[in-house]
């Protein structure tokens, strides 16, 4: 399978600042992005699906203007969380494909805790 | 709506199999996958389903029927390793993946 990165792994922040998450695919240029997010003991749930070069779609109930997406390039997605609070604390996942259609490979995740 | 239901946690012994079930309530369908998800870590991908009839991969075997809106994930000889949750998502008419909420799979000696 593809290999998809993400930076960081996990990080910890105060109450009030932001936070920037980087999605990198490796092997191929992905055309779409997702973005999932994952509190303990629960599924994924599936944030904002991106494609490069055009506005993020958010999924219904998530603030655009607090979590700010980027698809700049075709293996270059960022997900910046502003002004983070400590209910945002979670595991935020990334998935790319390349193609319609085609099968979704997952970053490793990022462990967000806000203080 | 659409819905996916699948068991919250299962027990088995090691050395033994297990089976997964998965029913699903789509708008459209354009495949069945399943996850093995450690706790800790992000999903990593075990098999896909198109078309009804059964998949088999190793120790693992997918199985679906479009008809009944069912699938189910079998687990043979199982490890400790094997301890993970399992994920079942399907894929709607527009490409969007539809996630379960896992099941989570303990193996005991």
């Known amino acids: 399978g593809a290999v998809v990165s993400q930076h960081p792994s996990w990080v910890i922040c105060k109450s009030g600042t932001s936070v920037k998450i980087e999605c990198r695919s490796l092997?191929?240029?992905?055309?779409?992005m997702f973005w999932y997010r994952q509190f303990p003991k629960q599924s994924l749930m599936l944030m904002a699906t991106s494609n490069e070069g055009s506005k993020a779609t958010y999924e219904q109930g998530v603030e655009k203007d607090k979590f700010l997406i980027n698809h700049a390039s075709l293996t270059l997605s960022t997900l910046t969380v502003t002004s983070a609070h400590p209910e945002d604390s979670s595991f935020y996942i990334c998935s790319v494909r390349q193609r319609e259609g085609g099968e979704q490979y997952f970053g490793p995740g990022t462990r967000l805790t806000v203080t | 709506g659409q819905n996916i239901d699948q068991p919250t946690e299962m027990t088995a012994t090691e050395g033994a199999i297990v089976q997964i079930n998965c029913t699903y309530q789509?708008?459209?369908?354009?495949?069945l996958f399943w996850y093995q998800q450690h706790a800790g870590e992000a999903p990593t991908f075990l098999s896909y389903?198109?078309l009804d009839g059964l998949e088999e991969k190793g120790r693992f075997s997918s199985f679906l029927s479009r008809s009944k809106g069912y699938s189910y994930l079998l687990l043979k000889e199982l490890q400790m390793k094997d301890s993970a949750s399992y994920l079942c998502a399907v894929k709607d008419s527009n490409y969007q993946l539809i996630w379960g909420a896992g099941t989570k799979l303990i193996i005991k000696p």
């Open positions: 092997d191929f240029q992905a055309t779409t």
């Open positions: 389903n198109v």
């Open positions: 789509t708008s459209g369908f354009n495949g």
